[in-house]
């Protein structure tokens, strides 16, 4: 019921208003009612009235408000006034006047009288309009800020996982290193500023790409912790242009190399994982080749939420019309590659 209400209000106030107009109105410009179908005349007139509220409160204003266009909108207002004036007058003068016994009034006269009273429903129309954004956007807000302190609120709880995950690696480390391990103690350093860098340091709309670099380093050296030299597995990185002062978007670079690992590796025969990235003046040309083999000790999951699939509709929202993504396979290797336009 609640959802048909602003429109049972509506047609109540326009029935009752044509009830009293048709009722304790006897003239209106050359109509009258003793003088032929009057309440045609005002169904007409009411019709048009409509026309101009309805498009006034639910078309225009409301459209052109989302898009800041006030000039727009008071040209289109002003042109819908006046279309809808000449129309109904030209309507009455020449039609329907031709029921009624008196044609002594002018086409002028009539436009005038329309006008004064659709002067009034526009300025009904758009009062409307106005209120109703009004509340809308007062609504939106309340809703953006319970939205903002349930963010808050999860934000907070989330970083309690993180915090003790750092702790019980602090303590793991300072046990490595009690025990004269020094490879485990280097191994859960690097893996605690990846985690840090992953969860503290990515919430900026773009950083540094040499923090990007950086990280997508240390990710590879926490997994390069998991091969034997006896395997043969090798990832080669190599790094053109001048990275400093190029600004990206966080954690754009390591699923490309996540997705490598995961299919790429294959401790039982050869695997080769190339990375390059290269900066221009203008872009960033950032391509990653593996081998092609099904993960048998790489990363078992995509549950991240950084896969390339993800990574295409981030792309999408970040980079609408400044980056291609394309991934292909050339003679058993899988191919994944991004170009960036850069300031």
């Known amino acids: 019921m609640k959802k048909y209400l602003e429109a049972i209000i509506h047609v109540l106030i326009w029935g009752v208003a044509y009830f009293l107009i048709l009722n304790y109105v006897n003239t209106i ?50 042109s819908a006034f006046v279309l809808i004036n000449l129309f109904e007058s030209f309507i009455d003068y020449y039609w329907l006047v031709g029921f009624f016994s008196s044609e002594s009034e002018s086409y002028l006269s009539y436009l005038n009288y329309n006008s004064i009273s659709s002067f009034f429903i526009l300025l009904l129309g758009l009062s409307y309009a106005l209120i109703k954004y009004w509340f809308q956007s007062e609504k939106l807000k309340r809703v953006l800020y319970e939205e903002k302190l349930t963010t808050e609120m999860v934000f907070l709880k989330a970083q309690i996982n993180p915090h003790f995950l750092f702790n019980v690696l602090n303590s793991f480390y300072a046990k490595a290193l009690k025990n004269d391990v020094p490879e485990l103690a280097d191994g859960i350093a690097k893996l605690a500023e990846l985690m840090r860098y992953m969860v503290y340091e990515t919430n900026e709309d773009n950083v540094a790409l040499e923090k990007e670099i950086h990280h997508l380093k240390k990710f590879i050296q926490v997994y390069q912790l998991r091969i034997s030299e006896d395997d043969d597995v090798f990832i080669n990185f190599t790094i053109k242009g001048v990275v400093e002062n190029v600004q990206i978007s966080p954690m754009l670079l390591i699923p490309f190399v996540e997705n490598a690992i995961k299919h790429g590796i294959d401790t039982k025969t050869k695997s ?41 509709k981030r792309l999408a929202i970040l980079y609408p019309n400044a980056h291609t993504m394309e991934i292909k396979v050339e003679k058993g290797y899988f191919i994944s590659l991004l170009k960036l336009q850069i300031d």
């Open 29 to 78: 410009a050359d109509f009258r009612k003793d003088q032929g179908p009057f309440w045609l005349a005002i169904l007409f007139g009411m019709c048009m009235n409509q026309v101009l509220f309805y498009s006034t409160a639910f078309f225009i204003v409301p459209r052109f408000l989302r898009l800041k266009k006030i000039l727009l909108l008071i040209i289109t207002l002003i």
């Open 272 to 312: 080769v994982i190339d990375i390059s990235l290269e900066v221009t003046k203008n872009s960033l040309l950032y391509k990653v080749t593996n081998t092609m083999h099904q993960a048998v000790c790489g990363l078992k999951d995509s549950a991240s939420g950084f896969g390339l699939d993800n990574l295409k």
